[in-house]
């Protein structure tokens, strides 16, 4: 049972450390604009992802990823803390079950897997701008990540400041913005930030197919 825990981890964590730090802004974005108090009936519902076929559910308040895999393993790999017994992995210290399926001499095994990305409070806030919804969470005080998603035709694109030709965008925006990028904290105009926009901002994307209305 712990070989399972950890091959779900490493899975995690190759995801996550694929992305490189993102850059931080010195209040949510865009500025002077409202924060909605849920996301709106039309976008929430469940979306495939096209990069890992994981899928995403987008509901009143919160955005949840959920990953659900099989794998192969050999019975060998199992530790001492687990049974194979008919079509099931036992966890003998806490009685936990897993379904498989035998195939030839391995077990494939399902792992399923839920992460909350994202929820609404006063720490993470959504505001919404020329038919983009920009998602703003707090890292430090003064100190937050932005992500931006877009509606289009059945599908919906999330996408992240985290690659180099974003950085060297903001960077020839302004001095100010040239400034700050160093501490990786930036001060923008709303005329500046919808300048990035323009530009081609946010390069960094990932994009799900819209499955269902109904989030999970």
Same mark, same amino acid.
């Given at each position: ?19 490189? $730090? $993102? &850059?931080?802004?010195?209040? $949510?974005?865009?500025? *002077? ?8 009936? +039309? ?14 559910? &987008?509901?009143?308040?919160?955005? +949840?990823? &959920?990953?659900? #895999? *099989? ?5 060998? !790999? %199992? ?11 036992? *966890?003998?210290?806490?009685? !936990?079950?897993?379904?498989?399926? =035998? ?9 399923? #897997? *839920? ?11 959504? =505001?919404? #701008? ?7 969470? +707090?890292?430090? @005080? ?10 289009? @035709? ?12 974003? /950085? ?22 709303? =005329? !500046?930030?919808?300048?990035? /926009?323009?530009?081609?901002?946010? =390069?960094? @994307? ?9 989030? %999970?």
């Amino acid at each position: 049972m712990k070989f399972l825990k950890k091959l779900l981890i490493f899975i995690l964590l190759t995801s996550f450390l694929a992305c490189e $730090p $993102p &850059i931080a802004f010195s209040e $949510p974005q865009p500025i *002077n604009k409202n924060n909605l108090a849920k996301f709106p009936n +039309r976008i929430q519902g469940l979306y495939l992802s096209i990069k890992d076929s994981s899928t995403l559910s &987008i509901e009143k308040n919160l955005i +949840r990823r &959920i990953y659900d #895999y *099989n794998y192969k393993i050999h019975p060998n !790999q %199992l530790d001492s803390t687990s049974r194979i017994v008919d079509n099931k992995i036992i *966890n003998l210290e806490n009685n !936990q079950q897993i379904p498989i399926k =035998r195939i030839g001499d391995s077990l494939l095994v399902n792992l399923h #897997y *839920n992460d909350t990305l994202f929820t609404l409070t006063k720490d993470n806030v959504v =505001r919404k #701008y020329k038919g983009y919804y920009f998602l703003n969470e +707090r890292l430090e @005080k003064k100190d937050w990540e932005v992500k931006k998603i877009r509606f289009s @035709k059945g599908q919906m694109t999330i996408s992240s400041i985290s690659i180099k030709d974003d /950085i060297e965008n903001l960077k020839e925006m302004t001095e100010n913005i040239k400034d700050t990028i160093e501490s990786s904290n930036i001060t923008t105009t709303k =005329r !500046q930030f919808k300048k990035f /926009i323009k530009n081609d901002g946010f =390069r960094d @994307k990932e994009t799900f197919i819209k499955l269902s209305k109904n989030a %999970l």
